[in-house]
């Protein structure tokens, strides 16, 4: 099985004892599994369902289950872009295999689009090949993650946001990173707030403010802002509040499965929308 390593994969490899039979094992096909967790938008008729976040889990039953193990077990072996490429391949294949027609959010590593010239083409490709309009999905980066805006200046970068796939900045915790830009003067189509941060602005009036300067910051620059970390009714109520329209946590639902995503309603109201998630 042929992957693609990262510049430093050999010094590492060689300081991982059974390091090629363990990259095999989380890169073979089928050892990845990708869970759908819904984005909603708050509205007078309710909730409506505007996009799902896709979550990889890897090999079931192993330490590597959890997407953090994974990656973790990918950066000491030296395979993070082989991995990336696999988990948005599961992502995009399940998808189209179950008929989810929703916008796509997908999380892809600083590295990939760094080390990896060729993965804005496989991307492409990937979408195309399972039907996937490119306009339906975004790239979440972490925000702590992307190497002084250096992710923004790649080529990847570029050449993605030339196709039309969207950039958003995951786990944004200050106005700053709104300024996050690449050389054409691209910024973020989405920023997503850090769960920690929001759910602290219910007692903390730090937290509460850089919240506000995010949604205020980002409102003025025409980028979208999703609340994540909505885990319970005042979550739900300080987004609205704030402004905020899109929302994300397990107040609206956790992560789900594939056949269960591709039952749930575009656009009904609360309770229908609430009860198909979890129907």
């Known amino acids: ?53 896709c979550l990889t889990r890897g090999p079931a039953g192993t330490p590597f289950a959890s997407a953090d193990a994974l990656f973790d077990a990918a950066r000491r072996l030296g395979v993070v872009t082989a991995l990336d490429r696999a988990c948005v391949t599961t992502a995009l294949e399940t998808a189209a295999r179950h008929g989810i027609t929703s916008a796509l959010f997908l999380n892809v590593r600083p590295e990939t ?21 490119w306009t339906r999905v975004t790239l979440e980066i972490g925000a702590a993650e992307r190497h002084d805006d250096a992710t923004f ?6 050449a993605l946001l030339a196709l039309g796939f969207h950039i958003a900045v995951d786990d944004v915790t200050s106005a700053a990173s709104l300024d996050a830009r690449g050389d054409d ?40 802002v999703v609340a994540q970390g909505v885990d319970r009714d005042e979550d739900l109520l300080r987004a609205s509040s704030l402004g905020i329209e899109l929302v994300q946590g397990y107040h609206i639902s956790g992560p789900i499965s594939p056949a269960r995503a591709a039952r749930a309603k575009a656009t009904f109201g609360t309770f229908e929308l609430w009860t198909s998630l979890r129907g």
């Not at 990937?126 to 996937?132: K, V, W, Y």
């Open 113 to 133: 689009l760094m080390w990896d010239p060729t993965f804005p083409e496989f991307l492409g490709m990937t979408a195309a090949t399972n039907g996937i309009d």
């Open 185 to 224: 003067g691209y910024i973020p189509s989405v920023i997503k707030v850090d769960g920690g941060v929001f759910r602290a602005a219910a007692t903390d009036l730090d937290s509460l403010r850089r919240v506000e300067a995010l949604a205020r910051g980002a409102g003025h620059r025409g980028i979208g």
């Open 153 to 158: 200046h790649s080529p990847g970068a570029r």
């Open 1 to 53: 099985m042929r992957t693609l390593m990262d510049p430093l994969e050999p010094a590492r490899r060689d300081r991982v004892p059974g390091a090629s039979a363990l990259a095999q094992a989380i890169l073979a096909p089928g050892a990845l599994r990708t869970m759908f967790q819904p984005i909603v938008r708050l509205d007078r008729a309710g909730w409506t369902l505007r996009a799902f976040e």
